[in-house]
């Protein structure tokens, strides 16, 4: 069997009967969707639903995505990213919802190709969901004939298990940094690869570092592209002073180094919605994040986190922290307000048990083999 999880349903369903769901995403990286779709699985679970999770490389081998769905008497399918699982799903013969990741509307779009399979995932989807209204209105400006009913948005939740974990300890005794927890320690988690753009604050961090010995910029991630990794951030690592890579760590350990840490950065060229970021306000850690949509639809400049435009200005606003404890306090408690109140695990559960309880209604009213009106 190629499923990475099956989870039993615990109790019944308050309304309609359980389903059988197939959930995919890359499974590989356990990066941010990775996080997202094993929530939502858990959302599920607890409403009785029976949900297997799959890695999109493990049901390409398999070969034809139906007899897969066929054996497994799969009722509905939920996969994030457009191009990634919508490859597979467009050719279901069972509903699903698609779920964007953001690399698939900013970047993959960009592509001819891709975008013909994308277009075809989201026309046939039962239902397209995006994390902001930002990643909502992109998505409608590249499929201008998608139904508005046939979109919504569910803005992530999030959850924060921080272990037992010492970033310190780890730079003392993996990277020769003595006396690190007197350091100021800029964080920035995710994959390495193009779009997340790690290289990008490299030579500020450094000549902050030049100055002041105590700034440290710690990369935390596993690399997802061999030839970037190669070609481009390991000959940046190399010639960059105060900066250190760990190639990735357990979620509770990275959260505990989040939590650690000064500040948490985000250098992204796009991003759908950044689930470090969430995680960091929730942690009680500063953010300064690329003012691109994904991030300014999360973060209000100078309320609940940093934005910049430029290497130039985050190193100003990176200092501007370090000189000033109040703000960085006031920045701190007006983020983790915002996420409890717009980051809702018990809205985000409500969202999705509902979305699947009206997609399988829909589809027993109009046939066993029914998305958006297509048969």
């Not at 679970?45 to 799959?54: A, E, I, P, R, S």
């Not at 100021?184 to 961090?205: C, Q, S």
């Not at 970021?277 to 999360?298: D, F, K």
Request: net charge negative; aromatic share 6%; proline share 4%.
């Amino acid at each position: 069997m190629h499923a990475l999880y099956i989870l039993k349903a615990l109790e019944p369903l308050a309304l309609g009967m359980p389903r059988t769901l197939f959930l995919l995403s890359s499974c590989k990286v356990k990066g941010g969707n990775y996080s997202t779709i094993a929530r939502i699985r858990s959302h599920l679970v607890k409403h009785g639903h029976t949900c297997m999770l799959w890695d999109v490389a493990q049901l390409e081998e398999t070969g034809d995505i139906n007899q897969v769905l066929e054996e497994h008497q799969v009722d509905l399918l939920i996969g994030i990213h457009a191009f990634r699982t919508g490859k597979l799903m467009k050719d279901s013969k069972v509903p699903y919802i698609l779920i964007l990741g953001g690399t698939d509307v900013n970047e993959f779009c960009k592509n001819e190709d891709k975008m013909t399979v994308m277009t075809s995932a989201v026309n046939r989807a039962g239902c397209v969901i995006s994390f902001c209204d930002s990643l909502q209105k992109k998505a409608s400006a590249l499929w201008p004939n998608l139904p508005p009913s046939q979109m919504t948005v569910i803005t992530q939740a999030v959850i924060t298990k921080p272990s037992v974990f010492s970033l310190h300890r780890h730079l003392q005794d993996n990277n020769g940094i003595c006396d690190s927890e007197d350091r100021h320690i800029f964080l920035l988690v995710g994959a390495v690869r193009a779009v997340k753009n790690p290289i990008y604050l490299m030579e500020t961090f450094t000549e902050l570092h030049r100055v002041n010995q105590k700034i440290l910029y710690v990369i935390i991630g596993p690399v997802s592209d061999e030839r970037y990794y190669n070609e481009e951030f390991q000959p940046a690592l190399q010639r960059s002073e105060g900066v250190v890579y760990i190639p990735g760590l357990l979620f509770e350990d990275t959260h505990k180094a989040m939590h650690q840490c000064f500040a948490l950065v985000n250098s992204s060229e796009s991003e759908g919605m950044s689930l470090a970021i969430l995680e960091a306000m929730q942690l009680n850690t500063p953010v300064l994040a690329r003012n691109i949509p994904g991030n300014s639809a999360v973060i209000q400049d100078g309320q609940n986190g940093l934005l910049f435009s430029t290497p130039q200005e985050c190193g100003k606003k990176a200092l501007r922290l370090l000189s000033d404890d109040t703000y960085r306090a006031q920045l701190v408690f007006s983020a983790g307000e915002y996420v409890a109140v717009h980051h809702s695990l018990k809205q985000e559960e409500a969202a999705y048990v509902n979305i699947v309880q009206q997609i399988c209604k829909d589809d027993k009213d109009d046939g066993p083999i029914c998305v958006n009106g297509h048969r």
